[in-house]
């Protein structure tokens, strides 16, 4: 088994993988926690990031050893769906100066031409691979290598909602407006978290995003198309 | 029928807090809830109140509030300078407060937070199962404050307040209790030992986290982001301390090196600048 345990506070249990961003380990993770969700009534709630899972218990953990030997009981149950299929959503941006005061910089630094950044941003299938940040803050991999770049040594202090943001390796949507540290390169209209429904993000860590490059006019169609209730996001299954 | 609190003068970083929403961490919501669960149970228990139920938090100067029917409210413990219609009032105590008053909160020097708490709390938005305030979409700051009215009779007017004997001064304690995080291991004795000494908290604080004034050397390594919860102290390349509070964020990138019980953080969290303490270290 090349996962370890580790108790975190006095409810908690980390479930680490080695540090890495693999596929394979996001299916393991969301096997694993619906697993242990289903088989271990005592745990409140888990959650994961690319190499570990937080086990949050509902009371405090007074034996974690006899925790841990029921954890990796489960562990070893765990089955790996491959060939499953992902949700592809489409997501419209508009990638233009004036919506995003960053893009002039991160063009200039990384020597690419706007085209070259559509192109190569567009054509890509990002990874969710999981939510954290802010509330509805996607984590996304799959960012074509060329397009990566350092996040900035001093933040932003205001990063505006539906920004779309290169950082690292990475990039991710501004659900909400906010400091932060990464170059917002275009905008999208589309929300991603609203608490007054039921599932308040619409997205979850499996599924892809692309990116869809749209004009200031389209944008503006989109925009008051969602404004009347009339906008759906499309999207595609697609076998990975 | 609810009433309306009329909000005469807004206090600083008031906030409605209630024990906040845990479950929403795998979409990136902070838990929330109250910084002091004690005291904010202690207060809720004296109005025979839910121990859940909303309160209004605020940090050093409180609001002035008026209400326009009947109820019973509970201040904080430390909370001095409060008074009702113009009249001193005692804290840790259940506070008849008659139609048509004006409440002038108070501040304290002992304590960051305060409290008030009103007889089956304050009626709010809720928003994923909690009334407490969700940076970006409940804005507790600005929202409308409301409250059940009682019943005015006899039994109500005369009922003599009490109050409970206190519990000795937060002020003396100056050891806090923290476990090892999970990046516990990685660190080396010149940073154990840097750890021995003692800490205060810097100005820079929030109800997502304290930075500490004092720098710990080192060159753990970089992370990917991981799971972080309420109580744990990170460590930044920097060498800054970072003590994380009930809104922390789901996720974050710096090693977990101790983590404080609820207890423990409840009282840093209410330690005014400057007062020095140390940090006891137990295996967990």
Same mark, same amino acid.
């Given at each position: 088994m090349n996962i370890h345990f580790k108790a975190y506070g006095h409810k908690g249990i980390l479930v680490q993988w080695p540090a890495e961003i693999k596929d394979s380990t996001l299916f393991e993770q969301q096997a694993f926690i619906k697993l242990v969700e289903d088989k271990i009534p005592e745990i409140d709630f888990a959650y994961h990031t690319y190499q570990e899972v937080y086990i949050e218990y509902k009371r405090p953990i007074s034996n974690l050893e006899l925790h841990k030997t029921q954890l990796k009981e489960v562990y070893k149950q765990t089955q790996i769906e491959f060939n499953q299929k992902s949700i592809v959503w489409s997501v419209p941006v508009c990638y233009e100066e004036d919506l995003v005061p960053d893009l002039k910089l991160y063009l200039e630094k990384k020597k690419l031409s706007l085209d070259a950044l559509i192109t190569l941003h567009t054509a890509a299938k990002h990874r969710v691979y999981f939510i954290g940040?802010?509330?509805?803050?996607l984590y996304l991999g799959g960012l074509p290598p060329k397009l990566s770049i350092n996040r900035k040594e001093i933040p932003s202090k205001l990063i505006k909602k539906g920004t779309v943001a290169i950082g690292g390796k990475q990039t991710g949507i501004y659900p909400q407006n906010s400091p932060g540290g990464w170059y917002g390169i275009g905008y999208t209209p589309i929300s991603f978290f609203d608490p007054s429904i039921k599932e308040p993000t619409w997205a979850k860590s499996g599924d892809f995003i692309q990116f869809k490059s749209v004009s200031r006019d389209e944008l503006k169609d989109i925009e008051s198309r969602i404004s009347v209730g009339n906008f759906q996001l499309e999207s595609t299954a697609y076998a990975s | 029928m609810l009433a309306k609190i009329e909000m005469l003068k807004k206090g600083v970083l008031m906030s409605i807090q209630d024990?906040? /929403?845990?479950?929403?961490a795998s979409i990136g919501v902070p838990r929330a809830g109250y910084v002091d669960t004690k005291e904010a149970v202690k207060l809720n228990t004296l109005l025979g109140n839910k121990k859940s139920a909303a309160v209004l938090e605020w940090s050093m100067l409180g609001p002035k509030l008026k209400f326009p029917k009947p109820t019973y409210i509970a201040i904080s413990q430390?909370?001095?300078g409060s008074s009702l219609n113009g009249t001193n009032i005692r804290t840790r105590e259940k506070i008849f407060v008659p139609a048509d008053s004006v409440l002038k909160l108070g501040t304290s020097r002992e304590k960051m937070y305060q409290y008030v708490a009103i007889k089956d709390g304050f009626k709010t938005e809720n928003v994923l199962s909690s009334q407490s305030h969700l940076v970006g979409y409940l804005d507790s700051e600005n929202m409308e404050l409301k409250y059940v009215p009682i019943i005015e009779d006899a039994f109500n007017l005369s009922r003599p307040s009490f109050q409970l004997p206190?519990?000795?001064?937060?002020?003396?304690?100056r050891s806090m209790e923290a476990l090892p995080g999970p990046?516990?291991?990685?660190?080396p004795k010149s940073i154990l030992d840097a750890l021995s000494n003692y800490f205060t908290l810097s100005n820079r604080r929030d109800r997502m986290g304290i930075q500490f004034n004092e720098l710990v050397a080192n060159d753990l390594p970089s992370m990917l982001s991981v799971p972080i919860i309420p109580g744990t102290i990170q460590l930044t390349p920097g060498g800054k301390m970072i003590l994380l509070g009930k809104?922390?964020?789901?996720?974050?990138?710096?090693? /977990?090196?101790l983590w404080l019980p609820e207890d423990a953080l409840a009282k840093l969290y209410q330690l005014p600048v400057g007062v020095k303490f140390k940090l006891k270290i137990s295996s967990q």
């Open positions: 940040f802010l509330p509805g803050f | 024990k906040g /929403r845990s479950k929403h430390h909370t001095v206190s519990l000795g001064s937060n002020n003396l304690v990046e516990f291991d990685l660190l809104d922390c964020q789901t996720t974050g990138g710096y090693p /977990r090196i």
